[in-house]
């Protein structure tokens, strides 16, 4: 089952129909009363048969499936990840950190963005005009509730400035942080069920109609385990409307590679959707 925040309202997609949801409450608190639930699919499947079936077209146009969360994020988690940055953080001195909490119990996780830094799909992303080297990262992003249950999945793109990072790894947050550097969308696949280790993430970057880039990966690749990530997010940390959390990338472009204005930028992850953005 899959839920989707649009223009027109909140919509539930059960078997390829589509479903409108409390058609006079499509304001943020509501959406995040709604997802904010422990019990969101079982909520979602009970609601399902008093609800008004609508034609697709209904969707309007899709928003972020975001309310008052915050925006986390987990790095280093992939060993493609691990090797782009001691590579790019070399001269810098920074290579051995990557190492370093590739192998450690405790994971990298570290603040990404506020809604309003978030672009939704078909929405713009942004490269920082002070970078010269900018990248998305693909990323499968958890659904996680004020009490730390994991509930839905969704696409992440977690924007990054290669050469900021690079420079000095104390740089991170500029280089991560900035107004839209993040995307989330189409919609927040609703299950209990961890996504299965074949799940494939894809990445593919238009340029003038063609191909820039394209590859992917799989969450076999994926070096932790969401509900551990979750685990240590939540540690001595509150938070009341829930959090997104995405869980890092396994897909790196070469360092030819820099992201332009113009560029399209469309993540699949089998069982959730495209998220399709260009960069303004
Ligand atoms: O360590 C820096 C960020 C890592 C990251 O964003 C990732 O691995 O996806
Ligand atoms: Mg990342």
Excluded at 141 to 166: A, C
Excluded at 231 to 242: C, D, E, I, K, T
Aim: proline share 6%.
């Amino acid at each position: 089952m899959k839920l989707y925040r649009t223009t027109r309202g909140f919509l539930i997609e059960d078997s390829e129909k589509f479903y409108a949801l409390d058609e006079n409450a499509w304001t943020t608190e509501s959406w995040d009363a709604l997802i904010t639930r422990d019990d969101l699919g079982d909520y979602l499947r009970a609601a399902l048969s008093g609800l008004r079936k609508v034609h697709e077209l209904a969707l309007g146009s899709l928003q972020a499936p975001i309310g008052n969360q915050e925006v986390w994020a987990a790095g280093v988690t992939y060993y493609r990840s691990r090797d782009a940055r001691m590579q790019e953080s070399k001269s810098s001195g920074g290579g051995d950190f990557y190492d370093r909490v590739y192998a450690a119990d405790r994971p990298e996780l570290f603040f990404k963005a506020t809604p309003h830094r978030v672009a939704g799909p078909e929405e713009d992303v942004a490269i920082r005009d002070d970078a010269s080297w900018s990248v998305p990262e693909p990323e499968l992003t958890l659904l996680v509730t004020p009490s730390g249950k994991i509930t839905g999945y969704t696409v992440g793109n977690d924007m990054s400035s290669r050469d900021i990072e690079g420079e000095n790894p104390l740089y991170l947050p500029q280089a991560k942080v900035y107004d839209r550097s993040c995307a989330l969308g189409p919609c927040i696949l609703v299950t209990d069920s961890p996504l299965p280790a074949s799940t494939e993430i894809r990445l593919e970057i238009q340029r003038d109609g063609k191909s820039a880039f394209s590859g992917s990966t799989t969450l076999e690749s994926l070096k932790r385990d969401p509900a551990d990530l979750v685990r240590y997010l939540y540690r001595n940390n509150r938070f009341p409307a829930g959090c997104f959390l995405l869980t890092g990338t396994g897909i790196v472009p070469p360092d030819s590679f820099s992201l332009a204005s113009g560029d399209e930028i469309q993540i699949t992850i089998a069982g959730i959707g495209t998220l399709i953005n260009r960069v303004g």
